[in-house]
C-alpha cells in the first residue's frame, strides 16, 4: 500500500514513511492510494471476536510490508493489554436503537488512547529497528497530549514535546502532561489556543532544516496510522450490531476531523453505515461548513468539551481530497484560499459527494448539560460532555430515522470532566484508581509565548538528539 499527499506535490510514499513523517512535506496528509475492501463473510465473521483480531484484519492492508504477521499481532495486543475493560471498545446500550461505544478505557481516559498506544509501538519498533531516533512534535486540546506521553514516555528512541493553550485545559488533562518525571517528555503552555499551538507545529514541520535536523514526527490525528487503528472499532460495534446483513449509523463527537474520518474509511472498506453524523459543540465550523458549503473560520469559544474546541479541522482536507476525485490541484488551492483569507467554498459536487454520507449537528453548552442531566437521570449512566454532544446528535439522527441503529462513540471518561458532571448530574465521578495520585504530584510547567521561533529554541535546547550530536 502507497501513500500520497492531498496537495500533490510528495512522491509516494510507503505506511512507514506516512508514520514518522506525519505531515507531508508539502504541507498536506497522506492518503491510501487505495482503500482495501472487507468482504461480507470476513465482516460477518468479526462478530463475537476479541479486538485484537479485528484491528489486526483492519490494519494488515494498510500497515503492508512494515511488519510481518507476528510483527503485528505483538504490537496490536501490547497496545490494548492496559485497558481497563476485557473488551476495550464495549458497546453499551442507552435506549432502542442508542448505543454508546466507550473508547475511554485505556490509560489516560479519553478515545485517543486507542490509537495513540498502538502508535507507540509501531513508531518504537519501526525506529528500533533502524537504529534511529525521532522528536515528537504535538499539539493538544488537552487529551492527544496525555495519550501521546503515556504512550512514548521512557521510550529511548523518542523526545516529545507537546504544546497545549494555557488556561484552556482541564486540570485533569494538564496534570496527565506536566507530572510526569520522564526525561524525553517535554510540554508547553502556550499563551494562546489550540489553533495557535496547531499553527506552530505546522511552522515548525515547514521549516525544512529543522524538521530534518531533529527528525521530527508528528502525532496529531493527522497522523494516518492514528487514523488506520481508528477504524478497527467501527468493525467492532457494526460487527455486534449485526454488519453485514444490518446497517447502522454513528454520531461523533468532533473536532480534529480524525474520528469520524476513520468512520467514512470503515465505510469505504465496506461496513454498512448509514450515516455519520459530524457532532459539534458550539465551535461548528464543520456543521457550517455541511449546512452551507461554506468553510469558515471565526474564534474559538472556550466550552466544556475543550478538545473540540477547534477553528479548522485538519483532517476535513482528508474527505475534501476524496470528495474531489482525488484532485489534489484543487485541494491545494482551497486551502491557499483559507490560508489567505479565513474561508473557502467547496465546489458543488464535492459538497453533494460529502452530503450522501455525513450530516450534522450543532450542540450548544445548554444543551450539553441537558443531555448529561437526561442521560443520568433516565439510566443512571454518567456521560462526559464530549460524549453526551454524540448522544445528543445521535438522538437528532433517530427522530430523523427511528428505525436505524445510531451509536455514539464515548469518547472519554467523566472523571476527566468532573466539574461540567457535577454541574448536570449532581455526582462527581471518581478517577480509576491508576490516577488518584495525579492531583497530588508536582507540575513541571512550561510557559511560552505564542511564537514559533521561542518554541523551536525550546525544543533546540532540550533534544537529547542534538545534544548527542553537538
Ligand atoms: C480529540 C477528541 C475529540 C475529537 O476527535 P477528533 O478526531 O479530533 O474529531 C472528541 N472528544 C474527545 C474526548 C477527544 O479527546
Not at 485541494?331 to 454520507?357: H, K, Y
Amino acid at each position: 500500500m502507497h501513500y500520497r499527499s492531498t496537495r500533490g506535490e510528495d512522491r509516494a510514499v510507503t505506511f512507514t514513511e506516512a508514520l514518522l513523517a506525519g505531515l507531508a512535506r508539502d504541507g498536506g496528509l497522506y492518503v491510501p492510494d487505495d482503500v482495501p475492501s472487507m468482504s461480507a463473510s470476513t465482516v460477518a465473521a468479526f462478530a463475537g471476536r476479541p479486538f485484537a483480531d479485528v484491528a489486526e484484519a483492519v490494519l494488515a492492508p494498510f500497515t503492508g510490508e512494515a511488519f510481518t504477521k507476528p510483527v503485528l499481532r505483538r504490537l496490536i495486543e501490547g497496545a490494548y493489554a492496559g485497558f481497563r475493560h476485557p473488551a476495550v471498545t464495549p458497546l453499551v446500550q442507552l435506549d432502542t436503537n442508542l448505543f454508546i461505544l466507550e473508547l475511554f478505557h485505556g490509560p489516560t481516559l479519553a478515545f485517543k488512547d486507542v490509537a495513540m498506544q498502538l502508535l507507540g509501538r509501531m513508531m518504537d519498533e519501526v525506529l528500533s529497528r533502524a537504529g534511529r531516533h525521532a522528536t515528537i512534535v504535538g499539539a493538544t486540546s488537552g487529551d492527544t497530549g496525555a495519550a501521546a506521553i503515556d504512550a512514548f514516555r521512557g521510550l529511548g528512541q523518542v523526545d516529545v514535546f507537546i504544546l497545549y493553550p494555557h488556561g484552556r485545559v482541564s486540570d485533569v488533562q494538564r496534570r496527565q502532561m506536566t507530572t510526569l518525571p520522564d526525561v524525553n517528555v517535554h510540554t508547553l503552555a502556550v499563551d494562546g489556543t489550540f489553533d495557535d499551538c496547531q499553527a506552530i507545529v505546522k511552522a515548525l514541520f515547514n521549516h525544512h532544516a529543522f524538521r530534518d535536523d531533529l527528525a521530527l514526527s508528528g502525532v496529531n490525528s493527522i497522523n494516518w496510522a492514528r487514523i488506520a487503528a481508528q477504524i478497527s472499532y467501527y468493525f467492532v460495534a457494526g460487527a455486534v450490531l449485526g454488519a453485514p446483513h444490518r446497517k447502522m449509523s454513528f454520531s461523533v463527537p468532533t473536532g480534529n476531523f480524525g474520528d469520524v474520518l476513520a468512520g467514512y474509511y470503515a465505510k469505504a472498506m465496506g461496513l454498512p453505515v448509514d450515516r455519520l453524523v459530524v457532532a459539534t459543540n458550539q465551535n461548528d465550523i464543520l456543521d457550517r461548513c455541511l449546512r452551507t458549503g461554506v468553510y469558515e473560520t471565526q474564534g474559538v469559544q472556550p466550552t466544556q468539551s475543550p478538545s473540540m474546541d477547534i477553528q479548522v479541522s485538519s483532517n476535513f482536507e482528508r474527505l475534501l481530497f476524496k470528495a474531489c476525485d482525488d484532485d489534489s490541484a484543487a485541494v491545494r488551492a482551497l486551502m491557499n484560499t483559507l490560508t489567505q483569507s479565513g474561508r473557502f467554498t467547496v465546489p458543488d459536487a464535492a459538497l453533494e459527494a460529502i452530503r450522501a454520507g455525513f450530516d450534522s449537528h450543532r450542540v450548544d453548552e445548554a444543551a450539553t448539560q441537558a443531555e448529561m442531566t437526561r442521560t443520568f437521570r433516565e439510566t443512571g449512566h454518567i456521560l462526559d460532555p464530549h460524549t453526551a454532544i454524540g448522544v445528543a446528535a445521535a438522538r437528532a439522527a433517530l427522530r430523523r430515522d427511528p428505525d436505524t441503529p445510531v451509536v455514539a462513540l464515548g469518547t472519554a471518561h467523566p472523571a476527566k470532566f468532573p466539574d461540567a458532571v457535577f454541574r448536570a448530574t449532581g455526582k462527581r465521578p471518581a478517577l480509576p484508581d491508576h490516577l488518584l495520585q495525579l492531583m497530588e504530584h508536582r507540575e513541571r510547567i512550561n510557559r511560552v509565548p505564542n511564537e514559533p521561533s521561542t518554541v523551536e529554541r525550546f525544543i533546540r535546547e532540550r533534544s537529547r538528539m542534538l545534544g548527542a550530536v553537538a
